[in-house]
Each structure stands twice: as C-alpha cells, then as structure tokens.
C-alpha cells in the first residue's frame, strides 16, 4: 500500500492550495481517508477526513470553513483544497487510509499513512 502526498508549498496568507493524495495497493473506494498536520515542536492534529460509500466528512474547527475535503475513486485521489489560508496552517500535511466507516480524528485510527507534504505560509 502506497500513498504519494502532493501539492504542498510557499503560499501568501490569504491565499490558496489544494492537495493531493494518490494512493495505490488498497481498494480505495472501500476506505476512509484523513488528513492530518505536524507543525514543527507539536503533535500531529486532525484536519479533516471524508468516508467512503455514502459520504460523510468531518474538519477540525480550526479548518472548519476554510478546508475542504473530497475524492475521486475513479482515480484513487483524496484532496484537501485549503481556502484563507494562515500562517498557522504552516505544517507537513499527512494523509491517511482507514477501512472503517465511522467518524475517525485519532491518528491510530488509521492503518496507512502517507509521506506528507510541506506547506508554508507566509505573513
């Protein structure tokens, strides 16, 4: 199982980025996917997730709003487009497969992980 995490950078406060989540070696439309954070000296913080079958989707309050979480099963891709993005979303963004349906903020309720894109924001 593979996940390739994509799509991160320098972007001015305010501004916008939507990343990606390409994942292979899993049914991809039978598992839940998050994404999470890690800012450098803390510990890795839910962002936000999207089930699979009947879509749910849940955000941190902090992204609530701003983020938006979605897929493709055709193309086994989970994206997370960021909107009035602030300095404080500066972190590597991890992405995240479960095969579990139910609502998941926990990072040991997820079974893969991705390698994480870095995201800067700048003031």
């Known amino acids: 199982v593979q996940l390739q995490a994509s799509g991160g950078g320098l972007v001015q406060a305010g501004g916008s980025l939507r990343l990606s989540c390409t994942t292979s070696?899993?049914?991809?439309?039978?598992?839940?996917m998050g994404w999470f954070r890690q800012a450098p000296g803390k510990e890795r913080e839910f962002v936000a997730r999207?089930?699979?079958?009947?879509?749910?989707?849940d955000y941190a309050e902090s992204v609530k709003g701003r983020f938006t979480v979605s897929r493709n099963n055709a193309k086994n891709t989970v994206y997370l487009q960021m909107n009035s993005i602030k300095p404080e979303d500066t972190a590597v963004y991890y992405c995240?497969?479960?095969?579990?349906?139910?609502?998941?903020?926990?990072?040991?309720?997820?079974?893969?992980w991705g390698q994480g894109t870095q995201v800067t924001v700048s003031s």
């Open positions: 995240a497969a479960r095969r579990g349906r139910t609502i998941a903020t926990m990072t040991k309720e997820y079974d893969y």
């Open positions: 070696g899993l049914t991809f439309s039978m598992y839940s």
């Open positions: 999207i089930s699979w079958g009947v879509i749910n989707t």
